[in-house]
């Protein structure tokens, strides 16, 4: 097959591996044919199979190689050809070819890193993922059901037809009807916006309101995707702390014009913003004449106590609530709501024609019917005790296996874990990976400076079996044990 | 209990429980236990369970109670200390209410209006609407079919997943393998983006590229969309005059950074781009370092006659090309797809990710799933006929009933009718309304100052029933001479 591993090398064994691939198809040896299989090239190394299984992940997200369907893995040899190597010297660069560097835009430096996720999370045995639901909590006879009758008189008109800048007013009403009021949220037909998933409400809102030289506040930690859509309309992005009552409030510069939060939830670390700073949020935002961008994207999976109104339910003009079923349904479906001002839903509309026109007709016509049939509901109920199971698996081993303490959340997908002095979340996530266990490290929630970087996992347990959360935090637990022993020596 | 109805009212007597409910609440009754069960207000107050529950689903719809998981009913404390009531006096109206003309960005210019639609075209005894597609037309067993398959394992996977940056891959592989190759273009993996219909593309694009002080160039008469979505990056839109030989190449402004482009059935008048013309357009890009916006939103509807290749089957460089799914299948799945250098696609991709991570999985595989098995194929071949009646069927109608002169066309879904000197489109279209001829005037194609901007009809035949379109047809021929004589008078 004539992929070599070193004999001696004071590298991980995955990275030889890496190595010794991307050697081979440089040299040509893959130009026509896709790479062997992870178990062949496993048998015929004698190693593990996850070790080619990491290797061949680095490599795809580095777009070294591709994956295709019925395929598995190929060169990419787009890249390979213009990178060292000997592809370089046949064609000359020609007078007139385009130096895109000229051509593209120059990007807005954002404050927080991009998330580089492993979407293959379904090839580890203890997939700790954040984001993700599996195929087998998704309510498909439910939403097969939904989809069918979209398809079917009067429906189908909805499901098929240009609506322009307009939205399906079934999915409106329903909404209106049986979502929000849940959230504590009144809203008449002109305050509500359908977008393609919470990342959509996000942006269009801060097109609509954000340039040059505006401030916007972000949390720190927090979503790194809204740093970078907040800084994209060039606006200045403060990341501001957050601690074990949510966004410090206090600390939001008074000329701030658009303050991004997740107050339910706070993402990633799950603490709820507290009753006190959520008052001072709001006069806040009065006094200084802020707007508030209320990012509520899973506060319907709360598993004790009472949620807090939405912020939106409180303050119907300054605050901008932006709502998702990604989280409960599926991000596949990028569909998602916001609730604002009249006027400020009309500049969004006409951002989103510009941009998307709307939302897929059928899913939001079959969305709406399965609220107005009560499947919804029935489902959220159901998904929310299976979560909660999951929660309480979590917790209790969390707190015998990890022995430390973490950040009580009230709900949500995820655990915020503190790891133990001098172990670095990377290292841990990189090694827990060899041992098929994925989870996510915190620093790419943090600013690149921050002092806490790497001092936190993020352990998502929405797409994990039940069954497997006590087996696979052991297995973490040790990867920890192992990595606070190193640092000691 | 502390619930009191009043003795004599004329409200019906769910408002009565409701508002005492409500000012129970107001009291203070309820700011620390869950308000009593339907069934025990009933009991209490001797009147129906269902006008109970009647009561609280409007202050649940009106937020001002909150349903709770095992509790039932709480006062939403919240929203009842900032309304009406013994809270408000400590809070006096706040002088500062949000301005949203200084918060929300200004706008951009753009050179062409903005098109309004009449989106209830189904109304319309004959609708000459362009851009709908009747469901009739819609391949409907075949997309419900796929839509139930992408539901099953193991393509569940990618209809739910959350896709971050990237597409489907196995609906990149069935367009680079079974789409694109039929209008001669030859697209790696690395070239090719998903997107939200051909909206989505050129929006992607401009974003990409432009910015202020660049030039673009657009079509006059053209789509105004596209106006827009250039117009938007801050760029200066330069509109160029289009004959029967499609767009004037050689009034492009040598500074031209981009130009925008409907090559094989021009938007909205379906001439052609003449062999010279094209050649005269790659040729200026490359000697100007012009990039060339592609639209070829409906060259699969082509009737008679070879199809050109595309531009970009020509130049692989220079050329951006956008394509949809929304002529022939249908605009409401919002679904289409770019093919440029990979630089480019990167940049887009990345531009998408942070507006609306990608379009939606399900949508992605059906449609895959439908390209694969030769369903897409069939569904096309037979569409495409069915249009080709329409077309000879408008042909015939317009060159006898009408009487003028118009532009041939080779397919698309709409001819280009001129009017009568001294007739204008605006009169004619609001009369044959009253009619129930539903057409198009091109005035909104055209820049405001521009001479012919009255002077076109645009008729779409896309959505209308074959047998409707003589009968309907001869309504608008009267509509036209009765206009005619009025302008006389």
């Known amino acids: ?240 702390e957050v601690d074990r009552d949510g966004l410090c409030v206090g600390d939001i510069p008074r000329t701030t014009k658009l303050i991004a939060v997740t107050p339910s939830h706070h993402f990633p670390t799950n603490v709820g913003l507290s009753e006190e700073r959520r008052g001072l949020l709001l006069q806040a935002a009065s006094d200084n004449d802020s707007l508030i961008l209320e990012d509520d994207y899973d506060s319907e999976l709360r598993y004790t106590g009472r949620a807090a109104p939405a912020l939106r339910a409180v303050d119907r003009e300054r605050v901008i609530y932006v709502g998702s079923f990604s989280k409960f349904l599926a991000p596949g479906l990028r569909i998602g709501y916001v609730v604002a001002a009249p006027e400020l839903i009309e500049r969004m509309r006409h951002e989103r024609r510009y941009s998307v026109r709307h939302a897929p007709g059928q899913i939001q016509r079959a969305l709406a019917l399965m609220i107005e049939t009560g499947d919804y509901q029935r489902v959220l109920r159901r998904y929310r005790l299976s979560l909660r199971d999951k929660w309480e698996a979590m917790n209790s081993a969390l707190r015998f296996i990890i022995g430390r303490d973490f950040l009580p959340s009230t709900g949500g997908t995820s655990v915020w874990v503190p790891l133990p002095d001098h172990v670095r979340a990377d290292a841990v996530v990189l090694e827990a990976a060899k041992r098929g266990v994925l989870v996510e490290s915190g620093a790419p929630c943090f600013t690149a400076e921050h002092p806490d970087r790497q001092r936190f996992l993020r352990v998502g347990y929405a797409a994990i079996p039940i069954e497997a959360i006590l087996p696979g935090l052991r297995v973490l637990a040790d990867v920890i044990h192992d990595e606070r022993k190193q640092t000691k020596r």
Chains 1, 2 share one sequence.
């Open 1 to 240: 097959m004539g992929i070599i591993l070193p004999v001696q090398s004071h590298e991980p064994l995955y990275k030889q591996v890496r190595n010794a691939i991307e050697q081979a198809i440089r040299d040509g040896q893959f130009a026509q044919c896709p790479l062997p299989s992870s178990r062949a090239l496993a048998d015929e190394l004698s190693i593990s199979r996850n070790t080619v299984n990491l290797a061949y992940q680095e490599m795809l997200s580095e777009g070294l190689i591709v994956s295709e369907e019925r395929v598995g893995y190929r060169a990419n040899t787009a890249i390979l050809s213009s990178s060292p190597g000997h592809a370089q010297e046949k064609n000359p660069p020609e007078p007139n070819t385009v130096d895109w560097r000229r051509h593209l835009q120059t990007q807005a430096q954002a404050p927080l890193p991009e998330i580089q996720k492993d979407y293959d999370w379904q090839a580890y045995p203890y997939p700790f993922i954040y984001g993700q639901v599996p195929s087998s909590s998704f309510p498909t006879t439910a939403w097969n059901r939904a989809l069918r009758t979209s398809m079917e008189y009067p429906h189908v008109h909805w499901s098929l037809r240009d609506g322009g800048s307009s939205d399906d007013p079934l999915l409106v009403e329903q909404l209106r009807t049986n979502v929000l009021a849940s959230r504590g949220i009144r809203a008449a037909p002109e305050e509500i916006l359908v977008t393609l998933g919470a990342q959509n409400g996000l942006f269009l809102a801060a097109r609509s309101l954000l340039g040059p030289g505006d401030r916007a506040v972000v949390e720190n930690p927090g979503y790194p995707d809204i740093a970078h859509i907040l800084a994209a309309t060039k606006a200045r992005v403060t990341p501001i």
